[in-house]
């Protein structure tokens, strides 16, 4: 005869141990694939920036990428750059992109267009990434900082569209120095790697 507790004990157990599992998936998957918006302050400034020679001076506005393909933040800007490329590419800004140093990875087939800058001058020093530089037609920086505020970029949240916007009708800009609050990665690079 089979004792009447020895059902619902297997049931409790197999119960506990089901739940187990669960959580232990749960904790892997967010662990693995969720991360926190982080809200801390990032002060981007751009006086070590320098364009390489062969850029630097009068010439075409330019829009550098700062990018690390280890970011998650990336995602959220690149459909935007995407956009930013198809609208004012026909005005003759030139696009480029800088990757983190010691960093693997490619931008998205709809970015390949981005000419690469392999060394920038001063961009060892910038703080966080996704970032933007742009330097106006005389060749002077005109911005430097985060595309936009907040966990995501778009046209209706972003810094960039009113800059090139000004710099397209000959209006100066000159805001190299944002204080943002974002979804950014640290871009310095760790010299003892």
Sequence with gaps: MRSPLRAPLFASLLAVVCAGVLW?????FQGRYLRAFSEHTAMFS???LRL???LAGPGAIRL????DPACPCNVGNQQHLTELVERYRPHGVEFYAVQKPGSH???PSTLSSLKTIDILPGSEQIPASPAVAIWDRSGKLAYF???SEGLTCNSSNSFIEPILQALDEGRAVSATHTLAVGC???WPVDPTK
Aim: proline share 17%; aromatic share 24%.
């Design 24 to 28: 232990a998936a749960y904790d892997w």
């Design 46 to 48: 751009g006086d070590p």
């Design 52 to 54: 390489p020679e062969s």
């Design 64 to 67: 550098v990428h700062f990018w």
């Design 105 to 107: 990875g490619q931008l």
């Design 145 to 147: 900082g985060p595309y």
């Design 184 to 186: 950014y990665c640290p």
